[in-house]
């Protein structure tokens, strides 16, 4: 029976929700005088993992070219998940340049490739059966086919795309099973100097690393080639120096920053100390030395050869600029750098995406405040300098150009 306190709980939330609607309302309204670019689409379940593919293929007909989309999914209990890939159709940045107000669906709320001759079109070109939540999803650099998966079972597996029909099979079968973690995790990291060098890190403490090329035919199993231990303390990220085949970060729970080599019996040569669990780390694709942190109240700038001094931390920088009772914890919980610029990153924490341009006096530089749930995973294009993919709890994706010069 319904009691008046539950009724006046629901009448909160429900109130709450009005609230986030309103404001998404007015977003969506606003939009063409925000974005160059806007595309937003409804997933059936929300993914955990987002990741543009290094494939983009053009049209010599029309202004618009076709990209592809990794995705997973997080479904309810009781229902299958699968790792997905989409193709998106979006307009050339180097051919066309769109006028937001005669672009603009007012239907969708979108802008951007909304003419009859160019639609903005995105379809599931596959689906693979997985097993258990997709915590993270990367593709090999050296093959794009290639796709190692994190699950929420505390498995790693590993899928060659073109051993799968685009319907999905109605049993599990990966290609090659990784075995070695006993908890989840969401650290995955492909080596970009050494093909099939793959880096996993999870809640057990562990840091693995496995190497494909070792894989036999005979058995779809493979195990580590070399492990860490983290002394009990769980580990959120972990990623290859994209520079180094030895070199890689891991982030701790505990605060704790693990710069590691590999070719040493102790591994763990450096370390740094942050007051808070750090949840992201993203090496500089331009700098070899330079990489990012993210907790959830603070994104910070650290160097290999100064590990312990921050080059810039976000929470210093915003307390400086206001007073006590103004100041607002901007974290981090992803990022990713652009491609196309060093100074240039984009991360999230809560709903928020944030757009900084670390060589500019006011380094935020703009803020993509349309989602309506907690943003998952945020993606720079390697193709285009201001586009960005981000997915979130509220099961959209976004895919978004900020009319904002960075």
Same mark, same amino acid.
């Given at each position: 029976?319904?009691?008046? @306190? ?77 790792? =997905? ?54 593709? %090999? ?16 597996? !590993?899928?060659?795309?073109? #051993? ?60 580590? !080639? ?38 040493? /019996?102790?591994? !763990?040569? =450096? ?34 050869? #100064?590990?312990?001094?921050?080059? %810039? ?21 992803? %990022? ?10 984009? @991360? ?41 993919? @981000? ?13 904002? /010069?960075?």
């Amino acid at each position: 029976m319904q009691t008046e @306190s539950d009724t006046t709980h629901l009448g909160g939330v429900s109130f709450l929700e009005s609230q986030v609607d309103e404001k998404y309302f007015h977003w969506k309204k606003n939009s063409r005088f925000l974005y160059d670019l806007l595309v937003t689409r409804r997933l059936l379940w929300p993914s955990l993992s987002i990741e543009w593919l290094s494939v983009v293929e053009k049209s010599n007909e029309k202004p618009i070219d076709k990209y592809r989309l990794l995705l997973g999914t997080h479904a309810a209990e009781g229902f299958p998940n699968y790792l =997905q890939l989409a193709d998106i159709d979006l307009p050339d940045a180097e051919q066309t340049s769109l006028d937001p107000v005669k672009y603009y669906n007012e239907d969708l709320g979108e802008l951007g490739g909304y003419s009859p001759q160019h639609p903005c079109r995105f379809q599931l070109i596959q689906r693979v059966m997985h097993n258990g939540d997709i915590n993270r999803a990367r593709h %090999m650099p050296q093959n794009p086919n290639i796709i190692a998966t994190f699950s929420s079972c505390g498995e790693v597996y !590993v899928f060659d795309r073109t #051993k799968y029909t685009s319907v999905p099979a109605e049993e599990f079968f990966p290609n090659v099973h990784l075995q070695g973690h006993e908890a989840e995790g969401f650290g995955l990291s492909w080596n970009r100097q050494r093909n099939g060098k793959l880096l996993t890190a999870a809640n057990d403490s562990k840091i693995l690393e496995w190497d494909l090329q070792a894989f036999s035919q005979s058995s779809n199993v493979l195990f580590p !080639v070399s492990s860490y231990h983290n002394n009990s303390i769980a580990l959120n990220d972990a990623e290859y120096n994209p520079f180094h085949e030895n070199l890689y970060i891991a982030a701790s729970d505990d605060g704790s920053v693990l710069v590691c080599d590999n070719r040493t /019996p102790s591994i !763990v040569f =450096q370390s740094a100390q942050v007051p808070s669990s750090v949840y992201s780390v993203r090496h500089n694709p331009h700098i070899a030395s330079l990489f990012a942190l993210g907790t959830e109240s603070t994104l910070q700038l650290r160097d290999y050869r #100064k590990l312990n001094v921050p080059l %810039m931390d976000t929470e210093s920088m915003f307390a400086k600029k206001a007073a006590p009772s103004q100041v607002t914890a901007i974290g981090a919980t992803s %990022m990713s750098w652009s491609w196309s610029s060093p100074s240039v990153l984009v @991360s999230a924490c809560e709903n928020l995406c944030y757009l900084w341009n670390f060589e500019s006096e006011n380094p935020l530089t703009f803020v993509h405040g349309g989602h309506r749930g907690l943003v998952n995973e945020v993606d720079f294009s390697p193709f285009d300098p201001k586009c960005v993919a @981000s997915v979130a709890d509220d099961n959209e994706l976004h895919i978004w150009k900020p009319s904002v /010069p960075i």
